[in-house]
């Protein structure tokens, strides 16, 4: 990962982090990267001071702090700031609610999940959604068994 500062061409400053520098230049290449203050999405990268790590004891090294970032206007501190395009933002909205629409609509099993799924598929008991955990050993040997299952949408906020 790596964090860049940035900066619109309204002079508004602010950080947000990356893959790598291409992944940064082929989100700014497509307009994915905005302002959080002005939704500008004519932004550059601002001078910052390289975090470096040398062999010898930070403590030996002398104490430089690097210059800050300003801050965004107070207006714009809660403003979102996802680098989202407006079909992205669409896409993670159906996202939600097909996952919200079967959780609301299927049996939560649990840890039961590989078992329960097993049950239905070999007419042990009656069909019926549900949804559950399964470790990746589980879900191969589902998919080994012909047993269809789908993994729960997850979203990218949801890991942070």
Request: aromatic share 6%; proline share 8%.
């Amino acid at each position: 990962m790596i964090r860049y500062a940035l900066a619109c061409d309204r002079k508004h400053q602010f950080e947000a982090w990356f893959n790598n520098s291409a992944d940064y230049d082929k989100q700014a290449k497509r307009g994915l990267v905005s302002c959080p203050v002005c939704d500008s999405t004519k932004v550059d990268k601002a001078i910052m001071a390289p975090a470096i790590s040398t062999a010898r004891k930070r403590s030996a090294a002398p104490s430089v702090a690097p210059e800050p970032v300003a801050s965004p206007a107070p207006q714009a501190i809660n403003a979102p700031v996802a680098m989202l395009s407006p079909q992205e933002t669409e896409f993670r909205a159906k996202l939600r609610e097909l996952r919200d629409h079967l959780t609301k609509n299927a049996d939560n099993v649990g840890r039961e999940f590989p078992e329960e799924a097993r049950k239905m598929h070999y007419g042990d008991i009656e069909h019926r959604s549900i949804y559950g955990e399964a470790s990746a050993d589980d879900a191969k040997k589902l998919l080994d068994e012909g047993i269809e299952f789908h993994p729960l949408p997850v979203l990218p906020e949801e890991k942070n």
